[in-house]
């Protein structure tokens, strides 16, 4: 029971656990290298006003907490984890990290092809084919030129 | 005072009787049409393509270019945020809400046509305003300081509640949590390093835009893609509609978004982002059909894309009046001002009379141009962005790549892209409203540099500070918003 209590609250935890974790953090900036006189000096350091969002999340995720424990509010999630997801989130990912690494040209006609093969599995190879090569025209000839972008 | 109003008809006689610069004006809506659409681009990216062109023209064919980009891509935003759910440009996020609803209905047509006439309307409507207020713009502009700027935020902070849809607990996370991630990288103070883990790449913090492209756009690819099929949603292609009887519903939320929208762009480094999320608030607390909000309410995108455009209109003025950049777009259209010859700040009306009286006029005629260019090109946009979303998606993602690689430039820009995504599609999947989230995002490093500053400078005696007239003023708005917030929760918790 306490452990379907628990699992119930997980979302306002987490909150809860952030929460506690950016004010560790929020304490940890360095002062300002050049302070006023008076009691003021507090308020206007680094650290003043990530310290209060910090509290501030940290309330809330008590108030959610709370509310989930007593029934008032649920965890409502869309969907579940399958095997699609998994595909599409690390292609997505993938590119990503490969562009930052070695630039757009390859990665993003691989990405789109893939992609598109990946979601679009009954419509026909070459129309497929033929799309990816129109959107690597588009994204990778001409909003560059018109922009004058560098990508290549 | 009012001399600048006297030269009227030299700006007429400098601006619109040369073709050439009528072409430029066309030029510039076309190109900011194409950059506002796009995710990620915007009027910045627009203008700056411009800087090496606007140094060899004439002084009437560069502005009338920069002008033309500027406005365009001010109004287009809000069809790519109506049509798939990620605003071409920051300031067009709140159109997503209603937009993006309406769309959804199987209304994308309505939805862009709301869009542009808003935008028109916004641009024409501030125009008009700044026409007839501009002797007096810089002495009121001047009134605000850091402690003002600083409450303005805290006003914006006020309407989470209320943009956060059903969850409102859930909107305060967010919106906190987007003040926290603005806050990474040196402080606007004092250069204080903040969550930087020793990362160089945090230095500068998170860059909006990237944020933006990667909660509403990779997000949405995310979101979207998730699925075996994806929602095919009805939407009709074809020229954008409207429908007059809403419209003639709306005349008091149109004349209040433009007033809105006005007054924020006059104060400095507050901006068009704001503006529309301000906007929004004001015309979801007086309209009499509150509960429609989020669910497709024409009102919702009219008071977003009207308040965003005459912000964008306003928001140059102080600029030119003081000379003081309050956004990256200003800052741009400053450095074009120099290569053109024009000293912008105090001096400017007396060294360039008939100034301000030419730039009201260009932003005029560009709202109107942009009205017939968005309504023609807006039927191939319709087209192009309603085409199923399992062959649209790969695109959109790639295309918010090229848009985060283009703001900074570096390789770390896409991994911002990453981080950003990932977040909001979690954020969707959990029901954290995104819109409170960006709302924190863009506010968060004013609210904090702007207390941090007042305080600063009034350290020995911060009651002067509270006691400033227009500080007062708004204190007593906060005070009286608070307690109907609190009102209206209750009631809605009783309901």
Not at chain 2, 305 to 313: G, I, L
Request: charge should be positive; proline fraction near 4%; charged fraction near 15%.
């Amino acid at each position: 029971m306490k452990k379907a209590k628990l699992s119930q609250c997980a979302e306002g935890l987490i909150v809860t656990a952030a929460g506690v974790l950016f004010i560790i953090f929020s304490l940890k900036i360095r002062n300002n290298p050049i302070s006023i006189e008076g009691p003021l000096n507090g308020i206007v350091q680094a650290r003043f006003v990530p310290l209060v969002l910090s509290v501030l999340i940290l309330v809330q995720g008590i108030v959610l907490t709370v509310a989930l424990w007593r029934g008032k509010e649920q965890t409502e999630t869309v969907g579940g984890f399958h095997l699609r997801l998994l595909i599409v989130v690390s292609l997505t990912v993938a590119y990503l990290l490969l562009v930052s690494w070695i630039g757009f040209a390859v990665p993003t006609v691989v990405y789109m092809g893939t992609l598109l093969f990946v979601v679009n599995k009954g419509r026909k190879p070459l129309f497929l084919l033929v799309l990816t090569g129109l959107y690597s025209v588009i994204a990778l000839l001409v909003i560059p030129s018109v922009l004058n972008l560098q990508l290549l | 005072m009012f001399s600048e109003w006297l030269h009227f008809g030299d700006a007429v006689a400098t601006f619109l009787v040369d073709p050439m610069v009528w072409l430029f004006l066309l030029g510039g809506v076309v190109l900011g049409y194409v950059v506002g659409v796009i995710p990620g681009l915007g009027p910045t990216m627009g203008m700056a393509l411009c800087l090496g062109v606007v140094f060899r023209l004439e002084y009437a064919q560069g502005m009338a270019l920069l002008v033309g980009i500027f406005v365009a891509a001010c109004g287009s935003g809000g069809i790519t945020a109506s049509l798939i759910n990620i605003p071409g440009t920051p300031a067009a996020a709140a159109t997503c809400i209603d937009g993006n609803a309406l769309t959804k209905q199987g209304r994308g047509r309505e939805a862009v046509g709301y869009s542009v006439f808003a935008s028109v309307v916004g641009t024409m409507g501030g125009t008009i305003l700044i026409f007839l207020i501009q002797p007096f713009v810089t002495s009121i502009a001047l009134k605000f300081g850091d402690w003002e700027t600083f409450l303005f935020c805290i006003f914006g902070l006020l309407i989470c509640g209320s943009i956060a849809g059903d969850s409102r607990k859930r909107g305060w996370i967010a919106a906190f949590a987007g003040c926290l991630v603005s806050m990474v990288g040196a402080d606007g103070v004092q250069s204080v390093l903040r969550f930087t883990f020793g990362e160089p790449e945090l230095l500068g913090g998170f860059d909006s835009v990237i944020a933006m492209l990667g909660l509403f756009g990779i997000g949405e690819v995310l979101y979207t893609l998730r699925e075996k099929e994806p929602k095919r949603e009805i939407r009709d292609t074809g020229y954008p509609i409207l429908n007059f009887k809403v419209l003639k519903k709306n005349i008091l939320n149109i004349i209040r978004s433009v007033f809105a929208g006005l007054w924020i762009g006059f104060i400095p480094g507050i901006g068009e982002s704001a503006a529309c999320w301000f906007s929004y608030d004001i015309a979801k607390r007086t309209s009499k059909e509150p509960e429609k909000f989020g669910k497709g309410a024409e009102e919702g995108i009219i008071a977003a894309e009207v308040a965003d455009n005459a912000c964008s209109a306003g928001a140059l003025i102080p600029a030119l009046a003081l000379g003081i950049p309050g956004s990256s777009t200003a800052a741009i259209f400053l450095s074009a001002m120099y290569i053109m010859n024009l000293r912008p700040g105090p001096t400017l009306l007396i060294e360039t009379p008939g100034f301000l009286c030419g730039l009201c006029l260009l932003l005029f005629v560009s709202a109107a141009i942009m009205g017939v260019v968005s309504f023609l090109f807006s039927k191939l946009t319709i087209k192009i962005l309603t085409i199923p979303e399992s062959l649209l998606m790969p695109l959109v993602a790639v295309l918010c790549a090229i848009g985060a690689y283009s703001a900074t430039g570096t390789p770390f820009a896409l991994i911002q892209l990453m981080i950003f995504g990932l977040l909001g599609y979690l954020m969707k999947v959990y029901h954290y409203p995104i819109a409170p989230f960006v709302l924190g995002l863009l506010i968060g490093p004013t609210a904090d540099t702007s207390l941090r500053r007042a305080l600063m400078q009034y350290s020995d005696n911060v009651l002067q500070m509270i006691t400033r007239p227009f500080g007062l003023g708004l204190m007593v708005v906060l005070v009286l918003l608070f307690v109907l917030g609190l009102k209206s929760e209750r009631s809605s918790r009783k309901d």
